[in-house]
C-alpha cells in the first residue's frame, strides 16, 4: 500500500510540473487561435486580434478623457466597497448577534438579497443623476448583502462549547464579544467581503456602463458606433485586469485571516 | 476563617430538560446528593446519558438545577465562578484563532488576572504539562492529546481550588489516553486540588481517583461509591496489580447492569422516534 | 427551550417582520402624501397601484415579457449545449480537470457585463448581443458543475460497476449520470438565474426591446408611476422563475 501511495505522489508532482505549463499552453493557444482568426476571416470592424488590441493602448490612454473616466471608476468602486463593508458589518453583527433580530431579520434580508437589483438601476440613475453618486450606491447596494450575510453566519455558527468555556472562566458579555464572538466572525467576514467586493465591481461597472452621457459608458458607446474594436477591446481588457487583481488581493487577505480555520 | 472539609456538597439535585410532555424532555437527573471532600480527586462513571456531564455543569454553575442546591466551599453556586471552579471540556474548547499560549492568558484575562501575572502563570502551566516548545502554535496544527494538555494548562493557570473535567481525553485514542492519565497524576500530586472527573472508562477511574461514585441509567443517581486506596501519585504499575483488577472488577459489576439498561432504552426510544 | 417559548418568539419574529415592512410602506405614503417628496421621483403607492394594473389589464407586458423569455430560453440552451458537453468531456481525466477548471474559474471571477460593448458591436442592439452575453454567463456555472459533477464521482461506484462487467454507455447511464446529477442540476438553476439577471441588466444598457429595456425607457420619459410598476413586475417574473427552477431542482435531486 505504501509503495502505491509512494507511486502515486511522484506521478502527482509530475502531473502538477505539466498541468501549469498545459494551462499556459491552453490560454496561448486560444490567444493565437484569437489572432488568426481576426486577422485573417473576421471583419476589422467587429474584432481585432490581441496584437492590434496591444498596439492600440497607448492611443486608448490617449484619447482625451479615457484615463479619467477609468480613475473615475476606480475610486468609485473603492468608496463603494467601504460604505458596504461601514454598512453590511455593523447590521451583520445586528442581526446576527440575537436570536430573535436573527430570525426576524435574516429572511427580509435574504429576500432583498435574492432581488434583481438590476432593475432598479435606472430608478437610481434618475434619482441620483448621472455622476459618481448613483454608481457608488449602486455598486454599495451589491456589496453589503453578502457581507451581512457572511458575518451573520460567522456569528451563529460558532460552537456553543467555546462560549461556555469563556464563561466558566469569567468572561462577562462584552468580553465574549470581543475576545470570543469577533475573532471567531472575522474569517467569513472576509469571505463575505470577497463576495461583496465582486458584487460592488459589477454594480459600478453596470452603472457606468448604463450612464452613456459620461464616463466608460461614454466611451463603449463611442468605441462601438465608431467601430472601433481595438480600442474598446483595450478598455475592457484594462478593466477585466483591474478585476482580476481585485480579487487577487482580496482572496490573499481572505487566506491570512483565516490560517487558523481548519474546515 | 478554616475552610471546611467538605468542598462540594451537593443536595438532593435533580434536573430535567424541557417539560414533560415536550418532544425534547430529558429527566437526566434523579435527587443527588454527593459531598465531595477537599483534595479528593473523585470520579464520576455511569453509562451514556446517565446525566454525570449534567451534573458537572451544575456544579460548575453553568446550568442552575431543577431542585436542590450546590454549595462551594459553604457557598451556594449561583452562576460560574471561574475564582474557585476551572472547567476541562472534552471537546475542542480552546479558541481556534489564538495560539497555545495566548489561549492560556485569555483564560485569565476573563479571570481578571494582571497582564504580567499572566504571563508568569502562562509559561509555568505550559511547562509543567509540557508543551514549552509548542506556545505559538494554533490549536490545529497540535495533535489531539497536545490540545488537551494545553486545555489542561489553561485550566492550570487559573490556580483555582476545584478542577472539574468533563471527559477529557474522551476524544484520544488509548495509547494517548494512558500516557496522559499517567502526567496527570504526577501534576495532581503536585498541586493538591479538589477534582470531579467525569469519565466512561473503567481502568482511567480506578487509576486516578481516590473515589469512584457509580451512576445508575437515566435518570441518574449515585448508586454505589468505591473508595481507592493508594497513594499519589500513582505508579504506572499499578494498573497491573491484583488490587486494581479486584477493583476493577468490582466497578465492572456495579456499571454493566445499568450500562445494559440505558443501551436498551435508547434503542426503544430510537424505535418510537 | 420549551416548546411554548418557541412558539412565542416565532410569533414575536413574524410580527416585527411585518412591521418592519409595514413600516417602509408607511413611509413611502407619507413620503409622497405629507413630506412633499416630488412625485415624479417618488409616484405614491396608489398611483404605481393603478399603472401596474393597467399594465396588466392591457397586456402592454406581452411583448417585452416574450423578448425576455426568447433571450433567456436561447442563451440558457447554447450555454447547456456547451456547459454539458464540455463539462463533460473535461471531467473524463484527471489532468483535464486540473488544467481546466481553474482557468474556467477564474474567468468567471471577471465581470462579464464588460463584454457587453463586444457583443453590441458584433450583433448590434438586438437580441443577438443579449443572448450572447447570457449565454456566455451562463456557461461558466454550468460547465463548473458538470466537472465538479462528473469528476468526483466515487471511485469505488466506478471500480464495482467495472467489476460487474458494466460498458461505457450502462456506465454512465447507471452510474456517472446518477451521481453527477445533484450538483449538474444545481449549476443549471444557478446558470439559468444568471442568464436572466445578465438578460435584463443588458436589455437596461443597451437595447431597444424586452422588460429591463422598458424600464430604462421608462425612466428616460420621467413616467415613474409606471416604470415603478415595471419593476414590481420584472421583480415578480424573477421570483417566480427562481421558485419554478428551484422546485424543479429540489424534484430532480429526490428522484
Known amino acids: 500500500m505504501k509503495e502505491n501511495s509512494q507511486r502515486d505522489a511522484v506521478v502527482w508532482r509530475m502531473l502538477i510540473g505539466r498541468v501549469g505549463v498545459a494551462r499556459l499552453a491552453a490560454v496561448v493557444a486560444a490567444l493565437l487561435f484569437w489572432e488568426v482568426a481576426a486577422r485573417y476571416r473576421v471583419d476589422p470592424q467587429f474584432l481585432s486580434p490581441p496584437s492590434r488590441i496591444v498596439l492600440a493602448m497607448p492611443s486608448l490612454f490617449e484619447t482625451p478623457g479615457v484615463p479619467a473616466a477609468l480613475w473615475t471608476a476606480f475610486w468609485e468602486f473603492g468608496v463603494a466597497f467601504v460604505i458596504a463593508v461601514a454598512i453590511g458589518l455593523p447590521v451583520g453583527l445586528a442581526i446576527g448577534l440575537s436570536r430573535l433580530s436573527r430570525q426576524s431579520f435574516m429572511p427580509i434580508v435574504l429576500l432583498l438579497y435574492g432581488m434583481p437589483q438590476i432593475v432598479i438601476l435606472p430608478l437610481l440613475v434618475l434619482w441620483l443623476g448621472i455622476g459618481p453618486l448613483s454608481k457608488i450606491t449602486f455598486g454599495a447596494s451589491h456589496g453589503v448583502f453578502p457581507i451581512s450575510i457572511a458575518v451573520v453566519a460567522g456569528v451563529q455558527n460558532i460552537q456553543p462549547i467555546l462560549m461556555v468555556a469563556a464563561q466558566s472562566m469569567g468572561a462577562r458579555r462584552w468580553q465574549i464579544f470581543r475576545w470570543v464572538i469577533f475573532p471567531h466572525m472575522i474569517p467569513s467576514f472576509f469571505a463575505g467581503m470577497r463576495l461583496g467586493m465582486a458584487g460592488v465591481l459589477l454594480g459600478v461597472l453596470l452603472a457606468e456602463l448604463y450612464v452613456s452621457a459620461a464616463g466608460i459608458g461614454y466611451f463603449t458607446l463611442m468605441f462601438t458606433q465608431s467601430f472601433d474594436p481595438s480600442r474598446l477591446l483595450g478598455l475592457i481588457a484594462v478593466l477585466a485586469v483591474m478585476a482580476i487583481a481585485l480579487n487577487v488581493a482580496l482572496r490573499r487577505a481572505e487566506l491570512h485571516f483565516a490560517r487558523w480555520r481548519t474546515d | 476563617m478554616a475552610k471546611s472539609d467538605v468542598a462540594v456538597r451537593i443536595r438532593d439535585v435533580s434536573h430535567q430538560f424541557g417539560e414533560p410532555g415536550d418532544a425534547r424532555f430529558v429527566h437526566a437527573l434523579q435527587r443527588t446528593s454527593l459531598d465531595i471532600r477537599r483534595g479528593e480527586l473523585i470520579c464520576l462513571i455511569g453509562p451514556s446519558g446517565c446525566g454525570k456531564s449534567t451534573l458537572l455543569n451544575i456544579i460548575g454553575g453553568l446550568l442552575a438545577p431543577t431542585t436542590g442546591t450546590i454549595e462551594v466551599d459553604a457557598k451556594p453556586v449561583r452562576g460560574p465562578l471561574p475564582h474557585d471552579i476551572a472547567f476541562v471540556f472534552q471537546e475542542n474548547a480552546l479558541f481556534p484563532w489564538c495560539t497555545v499560549k495566548e489561549n492560556v492568558m485569555l483564560g485569565m484575562r476573563f479571570q481578571g488576572v494582571s497582564r504580567t501575572e499572566q504571563e508568569k502563570r502562562a509559561r509555568d502551566a505550559l511547562a509543567a504539562v509540557g508543551l514549552n516548545d509548542f506556545m505559538a502554535h494554533h490549536p490545529a496544527q497540535l495533535s489531539g492529546g497536545m490540545r488537551q494538555r494545553a486545555a489542561l494548562a489553561r485550566a492550570l493557570s487559573l490556580q483555582t481550588d476545584i478542577l472539574l473535567m468533563d471527559e477529557p481525553f474522551g476524544a484520544l485514542d488509548e495509547q494517548t489516553r494512558i500516557v496522559l492519565g499517567e502526567d496527570l497524576s504526577v501534576l495532581l500530586a503536585r498541586a493538591a486540588k479538589t477534582i470531579v472527573f467525569v469519565t466512561h472508562s473503567l481502568g482511567e477511574a480506578v487509576f486516578l481517583a481516590d473515589r469512584v461514585a457509580v451512576f445508575s441509567a437515566r435518570p441518574g443517581m449515585v448508586k454505589a461509591s468505591i473508595d481507592i486506596d493508594e497513594p499519589h501519585p500513582r505508579k504506572p504499575g499499578f494498573v497491573t496489580t491484583e488490587k486494581f483488577s479486584d477493583l476493577r472488577n468490582k466497578l465492572y459489576g456495579l456499571l454493566h447492569d445499568e450500562i445494559r439498561k440505558s443501551v436498551e432504552s435508547a434503542a426503544v426510544t430510537e424505535l418510537n422516534a | ?255
Open chain 3, 1 to 255: 427551550m420549551s416548546a411554548p417559548r418557541k412558539q412565542h418568539e416565532k410569533l414575536l419574529s413574524r410580527g416585527l417582520q411585518f412591521s418592519f415592512l409595514l413600516g417602509l410602506l408607511l413611509v413611502w405614503y407619507l413620503a409622497t402624501a405629507r413630506w412633499g417628496v416630488s412625485r415624479i421621483l417618488l409616484p405614491a403607492p396608489a398611483t404605481v397601484w393603478r399603472e401596474l394594473d393597467d399594465v396588466l389589464r392591457s397586456g402592454e407586458f406581452l411583448p417585452h415579457l416574450r423578448v425576455t423569455l426568447i433571450e433567456l430560453a436561447s442563451a440558457f440552451a447554447i450555454a447547456c449545449t456547451f456547459g454539458l458537453g464540455s463539462g463533460y468531456l473535461i471531467s473524463r481525466t484527471r489532468y483535464a480537470m486540473a488544467v481546466f477548471e481553474p482557468l474556467l474559474a477564474s474567468i468567471y471571477s471577471v465581470p462579464m457585463i464588460l463584454l457587453l460593448p463586444l457583443y453590441v458591436l458584433f450583433f448590434g442592439l438586438g437580441s443577438g448581443s443579449k443572448i450572447a452575453l447570457g449565454a456566455t454567463v451562463s456557461f461558466f456555472p454550468i460547465v463548473l458543475s458538470t466537472i465538479a459533477g462528473f469528476g468526483s464521482v466515487e471511485r469505488i461506484f466506478v471500480t464495482s460497476a467495472r467489476s460487474m462487467g458494466a460498458s461505457n454507455a450502462q456506465m454512465f447511464r447507471y452510474v456517472l449520470l446518477p451521481a453527477a446529477l445533484p450538483v449538474v442540476v444545481t449549476g443549471l438553476r444557478m446558470g439559468f438565474t444568471i442568464a436572466l439577471l445578465a438578460i435584463l441588466g443588458s436589455e437596461t444598457i443597451a437595447s431597444f426591446a424586452g422588460l429591463g429595456h422598458k424600464i430604462a425607457q421608462l425612466a428616460e420619459a420621467m413616467e415613474t408611476a409606471r416604470m415603478f410598476a415595471y419593476i414590481a413586475f420584472a421583480v415578480a417574473i424573477v421570483a417566480i422563475l427562481n421558485i419554478i427552477t428551484t422546485a424543479l431542482e429540489r424534484r430532480v435531486k429526490l428522484q
